[in-house]
Structures are given as C-alpha cells and as structure tokens.
C-alpha cells in the first residue's frame, strides 16, 4: 500500500535562500522530526547522481537510508529517491518565488513501506502525512525567523 503525502507552504523569504537550504540535506535534522543526522557521501557540486545518508528514529525504530538526487533544477526543484531503505522513499521540492521576499514549497511525498511497517500501512499513512506536515511548518518557522546558513 503506496503512501504520498503532498504538502504546500509559503514561507516569508527568499525563494534562492529557502531552495540553497533544502537542497542542503545535511539541513534535514534542523527541521525534520525524528532525523539524527545527515551526511553527503559525494563530492559537490550537487546535481543529478548526488548521495547523502540520513539517520532517523520512525515508530520507535532506527532507520537510515541512502538517498541519490535524480533531478536537479538549480534555484526550483530537486528530486530523491532511496536507494537503500526499510521505508523505500521519493521527494520532489519545488521553490516558486511569489515575490522578492516570499516563495511557495511544494513537497511531493511518496513511499511504499516494507517490512514490518508495510503490516501497519494504513497507520503509517495517517502517521507519515502528520509527520510531513509538521516538518514544513517547523521549516517555515525556522526560515522565517533565523539566518540558517545554505
């Protein structure tokens, strides 16, 4: 049973500012729940066939899974996949400028549990659209408010 969970927000700040910073996965334990940490194991610059490892806690468990950008538009969009994962996972962010100061993040979530969490699907789609949610808000709290470095 897939899961996809698709997310919008807007968020008062630079459209290049907010895209430098999510296109940054070692960003990720700032403002995702349950992220313990994230690495790249490639060399820069990012682009296409760029890979980063990310550390979280999901449901209690420990999941780490590595993740390869398979689209990249500098300043608009980007797009992961797991390559290796108990929770095999795609991400499409897209950053649309509305105005000098203000720009809309759109999230595309899509996942398709396996292992023991594919037995409580139905729970972890309430769950992971819950969890998707509440990072983006903290993600507009956080641009919003500090000078988070890309």
């Known amino acids: 049973m897939a899961i996809a969970v698709t997310v919008v927000v807007e968020i008062a700040r630079d459209a290049d500012e907010v895209f430098a910073y999510l296109a940054n996965f070692e960003n ?3 403002w995702q729940g349950g992220m313990v940490s994230a690495r790249f194991v ?5 682009g296409v066939g760029s890979q980063y490892v990310q550390r979280a806690r999901f449901m209690g468990r ?4 590595h993740f390869e950008v398979t689209a990249f538009e500098q300043g608009r969009s980007i797009s992961i996949a797991s390559l290796q994962s108990t929770f ?3 991400v499409t962010r897209e950053v649309t400028p509305i105005d000098s ?8 979530v899509r996942g398709e549990p396996a292992g023991v969490f594919k ?3 139905p729970l972890m789609r309430r ?5 998707v949610n509440g990072d983006y808000q903290a993600l507009k709290k956080l641009l919003e408010t500090a000078s988070p470095k890309a």
């Not at 490639?42 to 990012?46: A, C, D, N, S």
């Not at 420990?62 to 899974?65: K, R, S, V």
């Not at 100061?101 to 759109?106: A, P, T």
């Open 119 to 121: 037995m409580a699907a």
């Open 88 to 90: 095999p996972i795609q």
């Open 28 to 30: 990720n334990p700032a």
């Open 127 to 131: 769950m992971v659209s819950r969890s």
């Open 42 to 46: 490639t060399e820069p610059p990012l």
């Open 101 to 108: 100061n203000r720009c809309r993040v759109k999230a595309d």
């Open 62 to 65: 420990p999941i780490e899974t």
